[in-house]
């Protein structure tokens, strides 16, 4: 699905994951987190995973991702993948309606 340039993203992604799950679990060099760290970080997390549930119906966002030439439609792609087309799809259709009616 992905080009070798692009697996940069599903890397840094994986890493980040496996960082905060350490975290969480108090494993590595996280291992003497004081309890405050370690509980601000899984708020944060929780917090952010609320958002990425709401930004899922932004249209916007995803039209973001796809006009960054660093981006385009990979990150769709990689983390939504049972979305992509259905996302990609609604974006190229939004494109198509608000271009075509100027």
Do not use: H
């Not at 994986?14 to 291992?31: H, M, N, P, T, Y």
């Not at 119906?57 to 993948?81: F, G, H, T």
């Amino acid at each position: 699905m992905t080009s070798n340039g692009d697996e940069w993203y599903e890397e840094i992604n994986w890493q980040i994951e496996a960082l905060l799950d350490q975290v969480d679990k108090r494993e590595g060099i996280f291992s003497g987190l004081y309890e405050s760290v370690r509980n601000a970080v899984k708020a944060g997390v929780k917090k952010n995973n609320k958002y990425k549930k709401e930004i899922s119906s932004c249209i916007m966002i995803y039209i973001a991702y796809m006009l960054d030439p660093r981006v385009k439609a990979i990150y769709i792609q990689v983390q939504i993948a049972d979305e992509a087309n259905a996302i990609i799809a609604s974006v190229k259709d939004y494109f198509k309606y608000e271009y075509l009616t100027i």
